[in-house]
């Protein structure tokens, strides 16, 4: 079984410090994505990757940055956090790009709170 | 983009069927996926319909019609545990490969 996981379930945080969440999977896969997901407003898509050293935006990137060094890990930075930024967040993988099924795998998530 | 659109909320009857529907706007359609997320819990893979009809898994079906924009999910012999959020995902053939996520549907299973 694929397995996708976070490096917290639950994290509180100051305004203004950088925040680090880490997302390993195990399968191999290629793409790795990171949503947040708020009530009222769905799985929304910060950033993605497809390959080691590549980003791309996705539909709310502003106030965050994203890191792959590694093809199995990536890793979501708010390099200044704020109150809005207070939500789960969730990663997911897949296997490769646009092909068929290609379903995501998600990790438990990280509930993050900006105080 | 696509503009996914489902009931917010749904209540059943425990061993009733329920189906929850999904519609959407996309320029060039090339999937349609459910999933499940339990309060708490990642979202899990339930369907995958690219093509029209209905795809059927255990107590769990979906069907796609392509050319009206609409999916839906049915759950036959409904179960307390089946009490979840359950999300339409629409992935379009332009830009990305990535699949928009509807707002979800909240299931609540009463006895």
């Known amino acids: 079984d694929v397995k996708v996981t976070q490096s917290s379930r639950y994290l509180v945080k100051r305004t203004g410090e950088k925040v680090f969440l880490e997302c390993v999977q195990d399968m191999d896969h290629e793409n790795m994505f990171w949503y947040r997901q708020d009530p009222g407003l769905g799985l929304r898509l910060i950033y993605f990757?497809?390959?080691?050293?590549?980003?791309e935006k996705g539909d709310i990137p502003e106030g965050y940055s994203v890191s792959r060094e590694k093809k199995e890990r990536f890793s979501l930075i708010l390099e200044s956090a704020s109150t809005n930024q207070t939500s789960m967040y969730l990663c997911?993988?897949?296997?490769?790009?646009?092909?068929?099924?290609?379903?995501?795998?998600f990790g438990p998530g990280t509930r993050l709170t900006v105080l | 983009g696509q503009n996914i659109d489902q009931p917010t909320e749904m209540t059943a009857t425990e061993g009733a069927i329920v189906q929850i529907n999904c519609t959407y706007q996309?320029?060039?359609?090339?999937?349609l996926f459910w999933y499940q997320q339990h309060a708490g819990e990642a979202p899990t893979f339930l369907s995958y319909n690219v093509l029209d009809g209905l795809e059927e898994k255990g107590r769990f079906s979906s069907f796609l019609s392509r050319s009206k924009g609409y999916s839906y999910l049915l759950l036959k012999e409904l179960q307390m545990k089946d009490s979840a959020s359950y999300l339409c995902?629409?992935?379009?053939?332009?830009?990305?490969?990535?699949?928009?996520f509807g707002r979800g549907t909240s299931l609540i299973v009463h006895p």
């Open positions: 995902a629409v992935r379009d053939l332009g830009g990305s490969y990535i699949p928009t």
């Open positions: 996309t320029s060039g359609f090339n999937g």
């Open positions: 990757s497809y390959d080691v050293k590549m980003k």
């Open positions: 997911a993988s897949s296997r490769e790009q646009g092909a068929g099924t290609d379903t995501q795998y």
